[in-house]
């Protein structure tokens, strides 16, 4: 398994992104939305969102784990 390191401009813009963001329990629940949207069009098979299909699978499984990053949704215990 090989690991991807960032350089220090992206480490610095990462950090700038998400110390200038909302709080990350809003982001993480903007996250979900758009991938709900995302999975309501391709089960539909939209014809007006023509996209590929494993991009758009890989994108989803990416933006869910950011946002359980964020705001670990599944692990809270309220």
């Given at each position: 398994?090989?690991?991807n390191?960032?350089?220090?401009e992206?480490?610095l813009?990462?950090n700038?992104f998400?110390?200038?963001?909302t709080d990350?329990k809003?982001?993480?629940?903007a996250?979900?939305?758009?991938?709900?949207?995302l999975a309501?069009?391709?089960?539909?098979?939209c014809?007006?969102m023509q996209?590929?299909?494993?991009s758009?699978?890989?994108g989803?499984?990416w933006?869910?784990e950011?946002?359980e990053?964020?705001n670990?949704y599944?692990?809270?215990?309220?």
């Open positions: 398994m090989s690991l390191t960032l350089s220090k992206t480490e813009r990462l700038e998400f110390n200038q963001a990350p809003s982001f993480a629940k996250i979900r939305k758009v991938n709900y949207l309501m069009s391709l089960m539909r098979e014809e007006t996209i590929d299909l494993k758009a699978k890989e989803y499984f933006l869910n950011l946002a990053i964020l670990p599944l692990d809270v215990n309220d």
